[in-house]
């Protein structure tokens, strides 16, 4: 019997794309600065100079997908990180942008065998979002672990 999983130490030779939105950035800065402290803590390079991340802003969650769709064909990335906040509001708007940013997003993961791993945030209230973009935990943090292990894990699957 094989087991097959990821490890989250085997930073050498990965290369992340993080695709982030820029509405609610008080929300996506946040989730970015976990993200890569994680990131960096796992051992991956995330000075400026880095070879190892490159980071892409995006303006809302809708354009997350065809953004990851072009970093992720691009050859040049192990893991796309997307990053964004859906707040309900009083908005419909809502429900149109999270169906096109977690449709497109599975979609191009899919598409490409690049794992394009979902961070974005979907909330009622902007309460919520700081809660879970750092008040009382940082999602970022574990969207950066997800990466890490499906970066193993797909080294290990090809
Ligand atoms: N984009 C978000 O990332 N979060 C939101 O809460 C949001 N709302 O509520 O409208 C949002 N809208 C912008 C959308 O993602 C696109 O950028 C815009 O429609 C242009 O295509």
Not at 75 to 99: E, M, N, S
Request: aromatic share 6%; glycine share 8%; charged share 20%.
């Amino acid at each position: 019997m094989a087991i097959i999983e990821g490890r989250f130490t085997e930073a050498s030779g990965l290369k992340i794309a993080v695709v982030v939105a820029r509405f609610n950035d008080l929300i996506t800065n946040k989730l970015l600065a976990g993200c890569l402290d994680c990131l960096s803590r796992h051992g991956i390079d995330t000075t400026n100079e880095s070879a190892q991340l490159d980071v892409a802003w995006v303006p809302g969650s809708f354009e997350l997908p065809i953004v990851s769709q072009s970093l992720a064909r691009s050859g040049k990335y192990q893991v796309v990180i997307t990053l964004g906040a859906v707040i309900r509001g009083d908005t419909p708007h809502f429900d149109v942008v999270v169906a096109e940013a977690s449709k497109g997003i599975s979609t191009v993961s899919r598409e490409t065998g690049i794992p394009v791993i979902f961070g974005v945030l979907t909330t009622d209230t902007m309460q919520q979002a700081l809660e879970r973009a750092g008040i009382k935990n940082n999602l970022g943090w574990s969207y950066a672990l997800q990466a890490l292990e499906m970066g193993s894990l797909m080294k290990k699957l090809n």
